[in-house]
């Protein structure tokens, strides 16, 4: 049999977890399910794209690329920018919005207004960039062979690598530095640490920052791979709170995992049953987890 | 009467039918959110799943496709509301028990499946191209669009109104207080052990019955559907309905209905002239903007819309 | 007298209409040990979480020292030097014990965090022997040394206590006691919460008594003891009249 699906899923996968992550961050410390995440992939997508662009304009030339990827190093520097501004774009929204409804008390308004906050986000970016797709890179790609007939292409692997390389510094960030600690802290008991002599807010901060950078490294994988859409992140979500949920909400390996499971579990749809269902994988993934074990793969309680 | 005028009145006949609609949806929501705090992000799904149960029991029959029973149209009305609380039930008895945003993620992804299903089933859903032909009940008048529309809209009007004295009635009885009880106090809910969760389960059933009944009355005043009439914009619009109308109060969901339904057609009316036919677009991308806005405008300022809960004072609603 | 923890006419509760703490005051001085007492509803363990920022304060004063605390959050009393131990839920427990550890000794400057740490262990050894296990794995008496021992990592100069003793095994009091003795010895006050007049004997050098969130009694535990208005009190909570 032809494992090149177990490849796409993996590739798939890495895409979903670092968005995972991010989701499941935002639930651990802040309590609720934030329906705009997917819309920060779509904005670090598109904001890298821009920045890319105003590069280009500014050298004269477009930003070559660095064989035998399709993108270089400029692309590379744009994404981390636009990881940045998204992280900002985050802080922003929570300025403006979920802080205010946390400080009254309000808390399950907030997912109510998360879910306005992305309808108005993708809208915006469908104003600004209309609803045609783009691309990073028209170059077309030869996939290499790997083991098993199976294939990938040079970007497929770069994908892989940096997922690899952030689900590290994630996992380390979380585990063993004094910032993860005071994460792990406000997600279990936020009075406690705040009398312990952490300061909340500032983890609070620091979750938005950490969670819309890596869904803007998401978004920017998911644009190199597929396509750039304002739709794109939308319609991650369900497979990103899946991932989530099915690694156990609140744990960071767990969302890592449950982001490949999602990834693999939607490529064998699309091997054997068809590519239009993939959407529906998701939703199995979710309701058999709910079932058997709400708590997921790691997580504590539901 | 002129010609100008009987315009004028059909498409604010058509306008009304299109506002009471969403807000037969809407009241629906408020029973599930406004009255016992549960969280629906697939509104436009439970309304799809109504709307295409009445179509299929009631269209005439159609090569390749299921359905086709030509039932009459109140056959098809009833059964969409069971199918709408059937699906809200299953759902409800999977997630309710679990914590508050479980159920949110597990409605936003009904509405992806049933979104899927309207896309791909074609055999079952008639795929993109949806279903047509599906009877209207004035269908004899349809030769004169003035009496048709209005006779469509006392019709709707009529349900609707049905509909909320219904929910009034339900509001203020002891099941009422019970599911208000449920949403104000934990510790209440928790006294109530079981009980609770049942009572959850009831109201979030009801309250998906009135989304199908609202899926059946677009079915049938349209005359066709398609996936696009359910897009998450659907859910979206009928939240603010119930944000800016105030949540609890059912009167207050018929008000937002007819104010996020006259702001989308009056900005709709606005782009159009503003904007040349190429802008289209990404002007009507600025309306959804404007509605986001307005939404968390009013979550910030006014957290219990234009008309607050009447009765009891609402704790996770209060400043 | 220079006080380490000064609390005048405090108001203070979840709703600014109707304050639990309703005037309390009360004074620690260094190396003073002093007991909150009073009847179920008192607003004692409301009166310790305002003071450590965790209940809104409508009016009063709070004073760590020179530091005026009103306005400060509940992280930056606890950086000035206030430590408060609540009396559930008071350890993280999907954290290991040495993580609990360092939540706290990396609040304070850098230098010393290591001379802080073995102090700590020093004084509750039985810690020390379980740095890598889960907080969540420990015994009730454990983690209560868990929590003390991490809020004395924050270089507290006053150490607030609630119901340090619930719920915990008389031996386990009495070891814990004895620790919480020689904390004060160090100069840290001390205020604590306890259930009854015979708890805080043990180890209170004074004890102040609350009533629907107003003094009522001060004075020392052996005086108090013979008061008939405090038995009265405590038979007024059997019958339901003290709440």
């Known amino acids: 049999m032809n494992l090149q699906f177990l490849m796409d899923g993996l590739v798939v996968g890495a895409t979903l977890a670092l968005g995972a992550t991010g989701v499941t961050l935002t639930y651990a410390n802040l309590r609720f399910a934030n329906f705009a995440h997917g819309e920060f992939l779509s904005w670090g997508a598109y904001l ?92 077309l790609q030869i996939a290499l062979p790997l083991a098993e007939g199976m294939r990938a292409t040079p970007d497929q692997l770069a994908v892989c690598a940096v997922t690899v390389l952030l689900a590290t510094g994630v996992t380390l960030l979380i585990g063993r530095t004094a910032i993860g600690r ?84 939607e490529a064998t749809t699309v091997r054997f049953i068809g590519a239009e269902w993939r959407a529906a994988v998701s939703f199995a993934l979710l309701i058999a987890v709910l079932l058997v074990r709400p708590s997921g793969l790691f997580g504590r309680r539901a | ?63 390749g496709r299921l359905g086709g029973y030509e039932l009459p149209l109140v056959i098809g009305v009833v059964a969409a ?9 299953a759902v409800g008895a999977l997630t309710l028990r679990l914590r508050s945003d479980y159920l949110a993620i597990a409605t936003f992804g009904i509405a992806v499946v049933v979104d899927l299903v309207a896309r791909n089933a074609a055999g079952l859903t008639g795929g993109t191209l949806g279903i047509s032909f599906i009877p209207r009940p004035f269908e004899a008048l349809a030769e004169r669009p003035l009496t048709f529309a209005l006779a469509t809209f006392a019709l709707v009007a009529a349900v609707t109104l049905l509909a909320y004295l219904l929910l009034e009635r339900l509001v203020a009885s002891p099941w009422g207080r019970v599911l208000r009880a449920i949403r104000e106090d934990e ?35 349209l005359g066709f559907i398609s996936p696009e009439n359910f897009a998450a914009a659907v859910t979206f619009q ?48 600025l309306r959804i903007v404007a509605i986001g806005v307005l939404l968390s405008a009013t979550i910030l300022w006014r957290p219990r819309g234009l008309l607050g809960e009447r009765t009891a004072v609402s704790r996770h609603l209060d400043d | 007298m220079n006080l380490a923890l000064a609390v005048d006419g405090l108001i203070a509760g979840y709703e600014p209409g109707t304050p639990i703490v309703a005037g309390a005051s009360v004074g620690v001085a260094p190396g ?25 304060i409508q009016s ?135 259930q009854n007049v015979r708890a805080a004997r043990a180890i209170a050098d004074r004890v102040v008594v609350l009533v629907q969130g107003q003094n009522r009694l001060e004075g020392t535990p052996a005086a108090l003891e013979r008061d008939p208005e405090l038995a009265a009190l405590y038979i007024g909570r059997a019958t339901g009249a003290g709440a």
């Open chain 1, 48 to 139: 890298s794209m821009t920045l890319a662009g105003l590069a280009g304009s500014l050298l004269g030339a477009p930003l070559a690329a660095r064989e035998p990827f399709s993108i270089g190093v400029g692309l590379l520097g744009c994404a981390l920018v636009a990881a940045a501004l998204t992280g900002g774009l985050a802080l922003l929204i929570d300025a403006v919005l979920f802080r205010r409804l946390r400080e009254r008390g309000t808390a399950v308004t907030a997912v109510m207004a998360s879910f306005g906050v992305s309808m108005a986000l993708r809208a915006l970016l469908e104003a600004l960039y209309t609803t045609r797709p783009r691309y990073y890179s028209q170059e």
């Open chain 1, 182 to 265: 005071r994460m792990r802290a406000v997600a279990e008991n936020p009075s406690l640490a705040a009398v312990v002599g952490v300061d909340v807010a500032a983890v609070i901060r620091a979750t938005w920052l950490l969670g819309g950078a890596l869904a803007a490294v998401a978004g920017v994988a998911l644009g190199l791979l597929v396509q750039v859409r304002p739709s794109m992140g939308a319609e991650l979500l369900l497979p990103m709170f899946a991932a989530a949920i099915v690694g156990g909400i609140g744990s960071v390996p767990g969302a890592l995992i449950g982001g490949v499971i999602v990834g693999v579990a």
């Open chain 2, 1 to 63: 009467m002129s010609g100008a005028w009987t315009g004028w009145l059909a498409y604010a006949a058509s306008f009304g039918v299109m506002v009471l609609i969403q807000g037969v949806a809407c009241l629906g929501l408020n029973l599930q959110w406004g009255q016992t705090g549960l969280f629906n992000v697939g509104v436009a799904g439970f309304v799809a799943v109504g709307a295409y149960t009445s179509a299929l029991l009631t269209s005439a029959a159609v090569d």
């Open chain 2, 81 to 89: 509301m069971a199918a709408g609380g059937l699906v809200s039930a």
């Open chain 2, 187 to 221: 510790r209440a809910a928790a006294s109530l052990g079981k009980s609770a969760a049942s009572y959850r389960l009831q109201a979030f059933t009801v309250g998906g019955a009135l989304m199908g009944l609202a899926g059946a009355l677009q079915a049938h005043t």
């Open chain 2, 238 to 285: 009928v939240w603010a309905m119930l944000v800016v109308g105030g949540t609890g109060n059912n009167r207050g969901v018929l008000l937002g209905a007819l104010l996020v339904s006259a702001l989308w057609s009056a900005t709709g009316l606005a782009t159009a002239a503003a904007f040349p036919p190429e802008e289209q677009a990404r002007a009507a991308a």
């Open chain 3, 32 to 56: 003073e040990i002093v007991a909150v007492l009073g009847p179920n509803g008192a607003g004692k363990s409301t009166l310790l979480k305002a003071v450590a920022g965790l209940v809104p």
């Open chain 3, 60 to 194: 009063g004063q709070v004073r760590l020292g020179e530091a005026d605390l009103i306005r400060e959050p509940a992280h930056r009393r606890a950086a000035l030097g206030l430590g408060y131990v609540p009396q559930l839920e008071n350890v993280f427990a999907a954290l290991s014990v040495e993580d609990n550890l360092a939540l706290a000794a990396d609040v304070g400057p850098r230098a010393g965090r290591h001379a802080q740490l073995q102090q700590a262990l020093a004084l509750f050894p039985e810690i020390g022997l379980r740095r890598r296990q889960l907080a969540g794995r420990l015994s009730g008496g454990q983690r209560q040394m868990l929590a003390v021992a991490r809020a004395l990592l924050g270089r507290p100069r006053v150490l607030l206590l609630d119901e340090p003793s619930a719920g915990l095994s008389p031996k386990i009091v009495g070891e814990l006691f004895t620790r919480i003795r020689a904390i004060a010895r160090g100069g840290v006050g001390i205020l604590l919460v306890e």
